[in-house]
């Protein structure tokens, strides 16, 4: 004769099993709800901080000038643009004065750029130089050809600025157009200003 099992003593072993797998899934399920609570925040959170799309768009970008050495120049992205800061030196200075019979707009009357690019030096800073690396004739960009530098394709007694090689425009030291060239105005100074002596905001002159 077979003896039955009490209905309960049966079912523990499986209610106990079941309990068990309970836990688990709860863990689970709770493990998977937090994982997707920390996907969603973290798209939403990110979006907080500038993208790189809003940056090329217009935002203003602070460039470091205290590591630019006399003679050196620093390339940094601004709106999408190539952006120079030439640090000058006294005697890059000095030539600009001299060359104002052979440029085509020596005081930067023909574009409409910041008052402080209608000078000689095209700067809130004689000796610092922001310029848009971009030339005004089908925006090739240009390159810095030094004084003394020997090369064919700027005049013999250059006096160092920019040489344009898709069509031969040329720039001094300042940014302003050689005439007779290609280029039909200078080269753009984007709006700045100087937020300490080592630091420059390209982009926001405080003026708006």
């Known amino acids: 004769m077979t003896?039955?099992?009490?209905?309960f003593a049966a079912l523990a072993p499986n209610a106990a099993d079941h309990d068990a797998e309970r836990r688990q899934m709860l863990l689970l399920t709770g493990g998977a709800v937090c994982a997707g609570t920390l996907a969603t925040a973290?798209?939403?959170?990110?979006?907080f901080a500038p993208s790189e799309r809003a940056r090329a768009q217009g935002a203003a970008v602070e460039v470091r000038v205290d590591d630019i050495p006399p003679g050196?120049?620093?390339t940094v992205e601004w709106r999408g643009k190539p952006v120079w800061i030439l640090r000058r030196t006294p005697e890059m200075l000095a030539t600009l004065p001299t060359l104002d019979s052979q440029l085509a707009d020596p005081e930067s009357k023909r574009e409409q750029q910041p008052a402080y690019a209608?000078?000689?030096a095209r700067a809130i800073k004689d000796e610092l130089l922001v310029v848009t690396a971009i030339c005004t004739h089908l925006g090739c960009s240009p390159s810095m050809v030094a004084a003394g530098s020997g090369n064919p394709s700027v005049p013999a007694d250059w006096k160092g600025g920019f040489f344009c090689p898709c069509h031969g425009s040329t720039f001094d030291l300042a940014g302003r157009v050689f005439k007779n060239k290609p280029a039909p105005t200078n080269l753009e100074i984007p709006p700045h200003q100087y937020l300490s002596d080592a630091q420059v905001?390209?982009?926001?002159d405080g003026k708006a």
């Open 72 to 74: 050196a120049i620093k």
């Open 118 to 120: 209608k000078n000689a």
């Open 42 to 47: 973290l798209p939403f959170v990110s979006s």
């Open 3 to 7: 003896t039955a099992l009490p209905p």
């Open 201 to 204: 905001l390209i982009g926001d």
